[in-house]
């Protein structure tokens, strides 16, 4: 497959299982997550890799926040199984630099790039890997349980594993509906 086919193909995959990603194989998704664009070189992301246990600590804090905006029994059980969707989870956070140049939206745009490095790293490697966020990403618990401040955002959680299903492949639009000529 050519590297447009593969860009222009892409397509996310949440039916995941073990094995995730080997050490090896980690290493060069995140090389490739810190090779993204970026204004000053700010590296104004952070990655938590999050396995084995890992996974039910961050479902304690994943319940909590729940619990925290809703006694809804059912969204409770979700947030209950959420963090085990995938054997890993990469947690992708902002690290906002003061720079005169480079406002926040552009560095939350950078660690926006490293998520989906870390998701189409993955995919080349074949594996399955799915972008979510939802109440969880946005809330103040979640983001104190993984040492995330206050003024920083979660961008992403990468759920990451083998692909327990093949999906067929997805039809998209045809690009031109998105461009405009403009002279
Ligand atoms: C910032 C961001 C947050 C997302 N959050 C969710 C989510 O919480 N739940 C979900 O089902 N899909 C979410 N998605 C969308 C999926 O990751 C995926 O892109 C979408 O289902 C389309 O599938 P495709 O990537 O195969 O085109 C999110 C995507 C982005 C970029």
Redesign the pocket.
Known sequence: MSPIEFLAT?????FLTSPAPSADQLNAIFTTAIAVPDHAGLNPYKFHQIQGDGLTKLTNYYVEAIKSVTDDPVKIAKAEKMAYRAPLLIVVSTYYKQHAKVPKQEQLVTA?CA?HAIQMASTALGYGA?????DV?YSNIVKQGLGISEDNDI??FIYIGSKSKELPN?PRKAAEHFIEQWQ
């Open positions: 892409r397509q996310s995959n949440g926006g998520a799915m972008w979510r966020t939802g990403a961008v992403g997805k």
